[in-house]
């Protein structure tokens, strides 16, 4: 049985491949399509080491002729003109994007290619000769979810229990304890806005949650407590965005979050005109282990000032006679930390935060919201008193405050290097 079952297996195999070649010489639109679900098909019937060997098929059968793209790519060069430089880029481009957009025009594909790539970058680490597909893939995603093409609604109590179920499942930053939770979540004072794709139907690609409150909030407790009481719509003066989850690992590498935080706030400011601030509390992944390693900033290096303060403050830690690990099992709380072990981690932070983003190892959530436009507006002490918090950042969390009026001109400079941040902030260093 498992005999037959792997040669129907390679014969799927065998079909899918044929297929794909088929499809990018056929001219005729009722044989492509029947083509396309053929492949589509067979790529099911698949086990998942002939996935694999459908993928290699793709990146190493459906390259750019050589030839064809050197002979053409000496002709631009002598000749510049705008024929030459339509037919380079025609023969530079690899076959198989075509072949994608072919088998994207039947129904329900574009799911499915989605699912594709999701595979993909599981095996990627190991298999670097599907980059190339990887690549091809994400290029035409970046086109098929522009930002343009995707419906923002937002998500509430009332929404399909499939979409609530997702919410539930993909939430990446603080986690939602079961429907009380959501529910709370979703509350008046409480927003949820994902975006959706047209071919995705109740497939809620990435989703961000506001919290509605009188002044910007340092803490993420109270704003995700399921048995805090609503806040009268009076007293809306910020708007918090407390947590952003994607929801598909197949669209790795598609901007999609930048563009719903800044719509979301736009329409957040249309709804409530009272609305004066529009912030982020995010989480500090990976400050703790910067800090541990011993607060390298890399090259270029900091003026002898800064380098004497994170030198100081890492001798008042002392984490090489306790570790931090250690600290933490043995009770140590923000709460009850000393004053200078206070001033020494809130000083390294803001160290990390605006020398260390701008260059290579800096902190991801720190490099999406001022790459986004926005500003560094505060670092909270005692933010986040879960495990997790306390492990990955001492407990701290930050506010990235979006100007909707300055965005450009803080993406622009922080593109030149620059981390724009707020007096406070500049009083830690």
């Not at 010489?25 to 067979?42: F, H, K, P």
């Not at 190892?361 to 926005?374: D, I």
């Not at 990235?400 to 965005?407: A, S």
Request: net charge positive.
């Amino acid at each position: 049985m498992a005999i037959l079952q792997k040669l129907a297996q390679v014969r799927s195999l065998s079909r899918a491949i044929n297929a794909a070649t088929k499809l990018l010489t056929e001219r005729g639109e009722a044989n492509s399509v029947s083509m396309a679900n053929e492949i589509l098909s067979q790529y099911k019937l698949l086990s998942e080491d002939q996935k694999i060997s459908f993928y290699q098929a793709l990146a190493t059968k459906f390259n750019p002729n050589p030839e064809l793209v050197l002979k053409v790519a000496q002709d631009y060069a002598k000749d510049p003109n705008a024929k030459n430089l339509i037919q380079l880029t025609k023969v530079t481009e690899p076959p198989r994007q075509e072949l994608l957009r072919r088998i994207n025009r039947v129904e329900g594909a574009t799911k499915e290619i989605v699912v594709m790539r999701r595979h993909l970058i599981k095996v990627l680490g190991k298999k670097p000769e599907l980059y190339p597909l990887d690549f091809d893939i994400h290029h035409l995603f970046v086109s098929w979810f522009n930002p343009g093409f995707l419906k923002m609604h937002r998500v509430d109590w009332n929404s399909p229990a499939q979409i609530l179920e997702k919410i539930i499942q993909h939430e990446a930053v603080h986690e939602i304890d079961g429907w009380d939770d959501l529910r709370r979540r979703l509350q008046p004072d409480r927003r949820c806005f994902a975006f959706f794709h047209p071919q995705l139907k109740d497939e809620p690609l990435i989703f961000v949650e506001v919290a509605l409150v009188p002044e910007i909030s340092g803490a993420i407790g109270p704003l995700v407590d399921k048995k805090s009481e609503p806040v009268n719509p009076a007293q809306f003066k910020t708007a918090v965005f407390y947590s952003i989850s994607n929801c598909e690992p197949g669209l790795k590498g598609v901007s999609l979050g930048n563009f719903l935080i800044k719509r979301v706030a736009s329409y957040l400011k249309e709804e409530f005109p009272s609305l004066k601030n529009f912030v982020t509390l995010s989480p500090l992944p990976g400050f703790m282990d910067w800090v541990i390693a011993g607060c390298n900033v890399g090259e270029p290096a900091i003026s002898a000032q800064a380098s004497e303060k994170i030198n100081h403050a890492l001798q008042v830690l002392n984490l090489k006679e306790k570790s931090w690990p250690e600290r933490i099992s043995s009770g140590w709380h923000p709460t009850t930390a000393s004053e200078e072990e206070k001033n020494a981690l809130m000083q390294l932070c803001a160290h990390y935060l605006t020398t260390l983003t701008v260059r290579k190892g800096g902190n991801a959530v720190a490099k999406f919201h001022l790459g986004n436009g926005a500003k560094l507006h505060r670092i909270n002490w005692a933010g986040d008193l879960s495990k997790k918090g306390l492990k990955q950042s001492a407990s701290l969390m930050v506010n990235y405050l979006y100007d909707l009026e300055k965005i450009e001109e803080f993406h622009e400079r922080f593109v030149q290097g620059e981390v724009i941040y707020s007096r406070p902030v500049g009083q830690l260093l």
